[in-house]
């Protein structure tokens, strides 16, 4: 039997290790992320990714 677009997409997100997060921030927040994305030109879930690996660094670094 044929695959749903549903039944696709997830088996796709589940071989590349992706999962869905929800959040609830402030409205600010989100508007900040929204034009920094703009701003990049990134998507925003990848805007998300850079400020968390280098959020990462940062602790790394200074915990030495």
């Known amino acids: 039997m044929a695959m ?3 039944e696709i ?5 589940a071989k590349r290790g ?16 929204e034009q920094l994305s703009i701003r990049l030109d990134i998507p925003q879930n990848q805007l998300i990714k850079l400020a968390i690996e280098c959020l ?9």
């Not at 997409?9 to 997100?13: G, I, P």
Request: aromatic residues 6%.
């Open 18 to 33: 992706i999962k869905a997060k929800t959040f609830k921030l402030h409205e600010s927040t989100i508007a900040q992320i």
């Open 9 to 13: 997409n997830a088996k796709s997100d």
């Open 4 to 6: 749903s677009r549903a």
């Open 56 to 64: 990462t660094e940062q602790a790394d670094f200074t915990s030495r």
